[in-house]
């Protein structure tokens, strides 16, 4: 074998080619099939063909509590939703709700706006 | 058929699919049973570390980073695995060289010749430090850059060039009887 230096920066390519010969043990194909059997074994240590029970019980845990955030969510939502519908109350809806007790029943009972004269002699009225 | 991009084959695989996992395997398969039996020097060991690597990789293809090649990314899980393996037992004898192969003896036969030549290469690698024997070879079988063996085995730069080097030199001392190969 041709020996360069030692301090060669660049692969040896013959001492690469015995090695690789020395080292390399063969049926790659059947070492395949045994790594992916082991990628598949049932007693749970197995990446792939786990039965649907496992996946469920997998995925049950982190879907039960999903379903809590999202109904927490929603229930914030909602309780929100509902004080602001209170708060929207305008104050047309106030002073029809309580015309009958503090407004003057010409001011509540007709369509067309009372004259300044009516408003102002009904202010001044005691 | 277009060939799929190793990191599309892990997003693939990552997500279930078996065949992509497979695919990943068969490429990879060669580099990472090289690497482990220069870690373990025995075989079985070191098909047992390689498939720990894969699957362990398998297992953890969520940290891998797409925008980075994955061959330094899996022979690193691979390395990690034989070195474990290593720690937890024993190796066996390793593929001891009968006496009457361990000098060369030019005979007829070429092909003994050559299995002799083989043992003593592995003989001559399982003497040097771990580090030094996985440097060697990802850099003159594998065909990777300092770089990158840097990064498969958490080193710096510079040291791996040292490994290599210290490596080549042990090596050629171990087959100095060789030298007419």
Redesign the interface.
Known sequence: MNWSSPFDHRPHPELGALLRDALTPGDEQAFVDRVLAAAAAPAGSGYYGAPWWQVLGAWARPGVAAALVLLAGATIWFTNASSRNEADTTLEDVLLATAGSVAPPFLTTTTTPPSFDVVLASSLEP | MRERKDAELAAFAQA?D?EA??EL??RY??SA??VA??VLGN?ED??DA??DG??SA??HLGRYDPNRPFGPWLLRIVANAATDRLRRRRVRAADAIPPTLAARDPGPDREAD?RA???A??QG?LGLPERQRVA??L???E?YT?AEIAEVLGIPVGTV?SH???A??A??AA?AA??D?
């Open positions: 279930g078996r996992f497979g395997a068969m398969a060669a049973r090289r039996r220069a075989l070191a098909d390689a498939q894969f699957l398998l297992r050559k030549l083989h043992a290469l592995r690698l060697v070879v850099f003159d079988v065909g300092h060039r290599v080097f210290h080549r030199r090596l050629r087959l060789w030298k190969w």
